[in-house]
């Protein structure tokens, strides 16, 4: 029957259409479940590639290590620079990380009570507070006393979190020129290197910063060294192992690396003291590491 034949036609046909529409559902609604399964597993990183953060105190020369690291082994190593606090909380909010290397000894205390680290610290370099000029030194800023000159723009970088912000607020105090040079301070930047920046950038006329800044960018910058009895607190820069680091063997491998020949010299290339007697030269009678902290007014 003919009718009947196209009945059966458009029926089939009606049918068939919905059953393609239906599987072309069922496939697009399982491809977007795999997509999302692909994106809910997680990224498991080469077994020997582990994590640093760090204060950004060390940054020149940890940049420089971590790729020769890569260059020798084949291992990579992620940086994470900031502030010390900053990446201290890092630490503790995320559980993540195989290193920490804060830029003063006050930093790894704070992360040692909060039992964020392995014991056996290792101290990389020394840190000296020193006043950075731009170079020609246009402001005639021969000493810690002169930057409380009415008017003077004094950098310095948040005392909360950075390190060389909790030594500058120290080194004003010990000398009681604090509440004289507060009013001249600018910035209060988040990190050594935005501290460090002011100088090239034109921001400031003086920065109390590391010594070390110097030689960060020496064609835009000076140093002014203070005079030896002027220093409370000789710095340094320790590196720990983060106590819940899967990668421990190669976290403790590239530690070795930092403090071993080739770490010593490429820090001391970037013009970081090394060796504890050399750095005595500079400030016989300062205390050495420990830890300050800032005056209520401050935090």
């Not at 795999?34 to 640093?52: K, M, N, R, S």
């Not at 290193?99 to 840190?127: C, E, M, N």
Request: charged share 20%.
């Amino acid at each position: 029957m003919p009718g009947s034949n196209r009945g059966w036609r458009r029926w089939s046909t009606r049918n068939s259409a919905r059953g393609h529409r239906m599987i072309f559902s069922r496939f697009r609604t399982l491809g977007i479940l795999g997509c999302l399964a692909l994106l809910l597993i997680p990224v498991i990183a080469p077994a020997d590639e582990i994590t640093v953060f760090a204060g950004s105190a060390s940054q020149p020369p940890l940049e420089e290590l971590a790729a020769a690291w890569r260059q020798q082994t084949g291992n990579r190593v992620i940086l994470h620079f900031g502030g010390s606090g900053t990446m201290l909380n890092q630490i503790r909010l995320t559980g993540a990380g195989d290193l920490y290397i804060p830029g003063s000894p006050d930093f790894l205390s704070k992360a040692q009570r909060f039992r964020l680290l392995d014991p056996g610290a290792k101290i990389l370099a020394y840190l000296l507070p020193a006043i950075i000029v731009p170079k020609g030194n246009p402001a005639k800023i021969s000493g810690l006393n002169d930057l409380a000159r009415p008017g003077l723009r004094v950098g310095m970088a948040d005392p909360e979190g950075v390190c060389v912000g909790l030594y500058g607020v120290e080194l004003l105090a010990f000398n009681h020129l604090l509440e004289k040079v507060r009013p001249n301070l600018v910035g209060m930047v988040e990190s050594c290197a935005k501290a460090a920046a002011m100088i090239p950038l034109g921001q400031v006329d003086a920065v109390l910063g590391w010594r070390e800044f110097g030689s960060w960018n020496p064609a835009a910058s000076e140093v002014i060294l203070l005079q030896p009895e002027q220093i409370p607190r000789i710095a340094y820069i320790p590196a720990a192992v983060i106590r819940t680091s899967t990668r421990k063997q190669a976290a403790g491998d590239f530690l070795q690396f930092l403090t071993g020949p080739e770490g010593a010299a490429v820090f001391a290339r970037w013009g970081y003291i090394t060796a504890e007697a050399d750095i005595r030269l500079l400030a016989p009678r300062a205390k050495l590491g420990g830890e300050y902290l800032l005056p209520g007014d401050w935090q």
